[in-house]
């Protein structure tokens, strides 16, 4: 009997280590940015939120005014795609967007949210993707409207950043609802766990000799 509540109890501790890892879920949606009024406001290049940072690079104009990079629309403007908050203009023509963790960590990127922009181009547009500088392999996304959000599925695990920009007849889109997880590497998770069991071992055998 001894045996076994000590093996119940390693393996009740083993699981509760394995799921206190934190996930570090969170979702990016730019509300901070909300303001009231019907015209646009720069926001500018690097934007940094919840322990990640958006990045525009190249397009038009090259690195002349980073601060025209990024835009937002006030709640009365009709290009505002979230009446309740706020989105994210890539505002640069050719830019690349990039998104990373602050301490340079990896992190999984689940979800976003696209819609178009209804003072350029057409309805709609299509957003490219890939990850950890691999421009090889990549992914589109098509939405069909500029003035409500689609959201959009993402593979993206355990990556160290993540690329994305409008092609063909989208040179700009609004992002929102961000979605990253910065959860622990799986290693990491077992070393953890397996360092846990160890040590639960260790005073196991200490208390019985």
């Known amino acids: 009997m001894i045996m076994f509540n ?5 393996a009740t501790a083993a699981a509760a280590l394995l799921f ?5 879920a969170v979702t990016i949606n730019f509300d901070e940015l909300a303001y009231d009024g019907g015209s646009a406001q720069f926001v500018g290049s690097p934007y940094s939120a919840q322990g990640y940072t958006f990045t525009s690079t190249g397009g038009v104009l090259g690195d002349l005014l ?3 990079r990024y835009l937002v629309y006030g709640n009365q403007s009709p290009s505002q795609v979230d009446p309740n908050g706020a989105a994210l203009v890539s505002n640069r023509e050719g830019a690349l967007n990039t998104l990373t963790r602050n301490d340079g960590g990896l992190f999984d990127f689940t979800f976003i949210d696209l819609a178009g922009t ?3 181009g057409g309805v709609g547009g299509t957003v490219r993707f890939y990850a950890n500088d691999n421009a090889s392999s990549f992914f589109d996304l098509d939405f069909a409207s500029d003035t409500e959000l ?3 599925a993402l593979p993206f695990t355990s990556v160290e950043s993540v690329t ?3 092609i063909g007849d989208t040179p700009f889109f609004n992002f929102d609802n961000v979605e990253v997880s910065a959860a622990v590497p799986a290693p ?3 070393g953890l766990l397996g360092l846990g069991i160890a040590g639960l071992v260790a005073v196991r055998r200490r208390r019985f000799v």
């Open 20 to 24: 206190a890892i934190p996930a570090g």
């Open 118 to 120: 209804m003072n350029f």
């Open 164 to 166: 994305f920009f409008g």
């Open 66 to 68: 980073p601060i025209t």
């Open 6 to 10: 000590g093996t119940k109890t390693l």
């Open 150 to 152: 689609t959201t959009f």
């Open 188 to 190: 990491a998770a077992f």
